[in-house]
């Protein structure tokens, strides 16, 4: 079982005024509109687009549908620029007033980074490779690695984007419920960016040893502060998943929450072996993943023009990427592939969203 530690009570928070509050539920209300009866227009206005004859088999044949329709049109400024006023907007976005409270969130993580001792590992020498630094992940600008407050912009990004008052993590917990049903002792986050992740894991496994890797310094140094204010105590660390500094066979499980697609094929590849070296025998590798397989053309096209409208650089080489073959190709022995079940839906007009959500389970 691992050291716990007294909890912290001071917890990072970051003051929301009443208008923000106001302003970023509207935002969250027109995403739903957008994921909800605009995806259903979409969907009736596809099918009449494509009438009698023979129906689009993959997204690269839906597209050319898709990209003439009205409200593709819309939703795709929608999706791009709701995203900017949400981070950007004087004011109410989150850059603005995460930034009013700079000098007392610095000194916060700083000082939960020093109490963490060799229990957070940061490197400034670490090269960030240059797939990481040459893109504006989500539309964050300067991504999430560049000023010390950007894992928590990052952090209040992914919880605003959320439909008011839904648990913003019960997405780890629904992910949790799909792993195979085993003991776990030693774990690690394939990319932990703010801890939510391994919070909830250790609230569902105190006896697991937790570990974490990022590259993102910020988010390592929020990530070490949420721990210790649940009184947690993981091992964090920031290093590239393509050179991990673990010795062989070391985890029972590593996890990931839609990491697959922010990573082009080459180093993806990579970092498939170097996961595949630190678990043990039998270890699994898990997680949810966007794309590739969907009963839909229609919401797969869709889904691959976020790669555009929403910085989501590498997700159009993603939806190309044999995951089987390259999981296979450094070692794993098996590899599972299905529906992400809490969400799993075969309808095309569904008002739930266009996300087409895989299950990935390989084991070594």
Not at 25 to 30: E, I, K, Q
Not at 90 to 101: A, E, K, Q, S
Not at 119 to 144: C, E, I, K, S, W
Request: hydrophobic share 35%; with cysteine; charged share 25%.
């Amino acid at each position: 079982m691992p050291d716990s530690l007294s909890n912290d009570l001071d917890v990072l928070e970051v003051v929301e005024s009443r208008d923000f509050r106001s302003y970023h539920a509207f935002l969250r209300s027109c995403r739903n509109f957008m994921d909800g009866p605009l995806i259903q227009q979409m969907g009736e206005n596809y099918e009449k687009a494509v009438g009698d004859g023979q129906a689009p088999a993959t997204f690269e044949e839906a597209y050319p549908v898709v990209d003439d329709l009205l409200e593709f049109q819309l939703y795709s400024w929608s999706f791009r620029n709701f995203q900017r006023f949400k981070y950007h907007r004087p004011d109410f976005g989150i850059f603005d007033t995460v930034n009013l409270g700079r000098s007392n969130i610095i000194a916060e993580l700083d000082a939960a980074a020093d109490a963490a001792g060799d229990d957070l590992r940061l490197n400034d020498d670490l090269q960030l490779p240059d797939y990481y630094t040459a893109a504006d992940f989500h539309q964050h600008t300067g991504g999430v690695y560049s000023d010390p407050l950007d894992g928590v912009s990052y952090e209040f990004g992914r919880r605003t984007t959320n439909p008011a008052h839904m648990d913003p993590n019960l997405i780890y917990r629904l992910s949790y419920g799909q792993f195979p049903d085993r003991a776990y002792d030693k774990v690690l986050d394939w990319g932990t960016a703010h801890g939510a992740g391994l919070i909830e894991w250790q609230k569902l496994h105190p006896e697991s040893e937790c570990h974490g890797v990022d590259l993102s310094a910020p988010c390592l140094k929020l990530a070490n502060k949420r721990a210790r204010e649940h009184g947690y105590r993981f091992k964090l660390s920031q290093q590239d998943l393509e050179h991990l500094d673990y010795e062989d066979d070391t985890f029972d499980l590593a996890f990931h929450l839609f990491m697959f697609h922010e990573i082009p094929p080459v180093n993806l590849k990579n970092a498939l072996a170097e996961v595949y070296r630190v678990l043990k025998p039998g270890g699994i590798f898990a997680g949810p993943e966007f794309g590739q397989g969907g009963e839909s053309p229609m919401l797969e096209a869709v889904q691959m023009s976020h790669a555009w409208t929403n910085n989501e650089t590498y997700a159009a080489a993603w939806f190309n990427f044999d995951m089987e073959k390259a999981a296979r190709d450094v070692g794993f022995r098996s590899v599972t592939i299905e529906p992400f079940k809490p969400f799993h839906s075969d309808s095309s007009k569904r008002g739930g969203g266009v996300s087409i959500w895989r299950f990935y389970v390989l084991e070594k």
